[in-house]
C-alpha cells in the first residue's frame, strides 16, 4: 500500500471513530402474559432497523440504530388479521394494515419517547401518558454515565380508569385510558388556547389518575420536571411492557 494510500485509510478511519458510527441497542420485552406487538416511529434521523413486530408472552427482540435518533416505541395489544389479509388491534394501532407500521399509535397509548444523541452524548427519554395509557412499560439503562436511572410505570391506569375516559374491549373489560385531552378536547386539559403555558395548564384531577398510577411518567403536556430523563455516554436500553 502506497503511503498515500495508508495515509487516506487512517484518515477515514478517524472521520468514521468521531462521526458516531455506532449502533445504539433497544431490547424490546414482552413480560405481559399475553403477546403484544410493538411498533415503532421514527421522528428525525437514522431509520430505526424495524418498525414493527410481534413478541410472544416472555419474548424479546432487539432493534438497532445509528444515532442521531430521534423517535418512540409502543404496543400494540388484542391484535388480529380478517379474512383479507388486513391486521388490526384493539389498542395502540397505527392503522398501517400490517404488523409493521407506518405512522405513530393511535391513542390511547403509552409512549417511550428518546432522544439519541450522536458520539455517546447525551441522550433524553421518557415515558409519555399524554396520549394515555394502554400498558405498563419501563426503560433502564445499560451502560452510560451520568447518572443513568431507570424510569418505571408499574401501575395500571386501566384498573382505576373513570367511565369518561375508558376504552372497552369486545368482552367489556377496560383495555386502555384515554387522556382528558382526547376524550373532552378542551384548552384547560390540552394545554391550549388561554392554558398554553404552564401556569396556567397545572395538573387536573384526570391527569393526577395518571400520575398517581406512574409517578415517573408524563402526565400531561407540562409535566417536564419529573418526567425527563438523561443518560450519556453510548448506553443501550431495555424496554420491558408490563415490568
Avoid at 424495524?50 to 427482540?61: H, Q, V
Avoid at 398554553?196 to 400520575?211: A, D, L, V
Wanted: glycine share 10%; hydrophobic share 35%; with cysteine.
Amino acid at each position: 500500500m502506497a503511503v498515500s494510500q495508508v495515509h487516506l485509510f487512517r484518515l477515514s478511519f478517524v472521520i468514521l471513530f468521531f462521526s458516531g458510527v455506532y449502533s445504539v441497542n433497544f431490547s424490546v420485552k414482552n413480560n405481559c402474559p399475553f403477546p403484544i406487538w410493538p411498533g415503532t416511529l421514527t421522528g428525525s434521523g437514522n431509520p430505526l432497523s424495524t418498525t414493527g413486530f410481534e413478541l410472544t408472552s416472555g419474548s424479546a427482540t432487539t432493534a438497532t440504530v445509528s444515532p442521531p435518533w430521534s423517535g418512540r416505541f409502543w404496543a400494540r395489544t388484542q391484535c388480529s388479521t380478517d379474512a383479507s389479509g388486513k391486521f388490526s388491534c384493539g389498542t395502540a394501532d397505527c392503522a398501517s394494515g400490517q404488523v409493521t407500521c407506518r405512522a405513530g399509535a393511535i391513542p390511547p397509548a403509552s409512549l417511550v419517547e428518546f432522544t439519541i444523541a450522536q458520539n455517546g452524548g447525551q441522550d433524553f427519554f421518557d415515558i409519555s401518558l399524554v396520549d394515555g395509557f394502554n400498558l405498563p412499560v419501563s426503560v433502564v439503562p445499560i451502560g452510560g454515565s451520568g447518572g443513568c436511572a431507570a424510569v418505571t410505570c408499574a401501575g395500571n391506569v386501566n384498573t382505576v380508569c373513570p367511565p369518561e375516559l375508558s376504552v372497552k374491549g369486545q368482552d367489556g373489560a377496560v383495555i386502555a385510558c384515554k387522556s382528558a385531552c382526547l376524550a373532552f378536547n378542551t384548552p384547560e386539559f390540552c394545554c391550549s388556547g388561554d392554558h398554553n403555558q404552564p401556569q396556567t395548564c397545572p395538573p387536573t384531577k384526570y391527569s393526577m389518575i395518571f400520575k398517581n398510577q406512574c409517578p415517573q411518567a408524563y402526565s400531561y403536556a407540562y409535566d417536564d420536571k419529573t418526567s425527563t430523563f438523561t443518560c450519556s455516554g453510548g448506553a443501550d436500553y431495555a424496554i420491558t411492557f408490563c415490568p
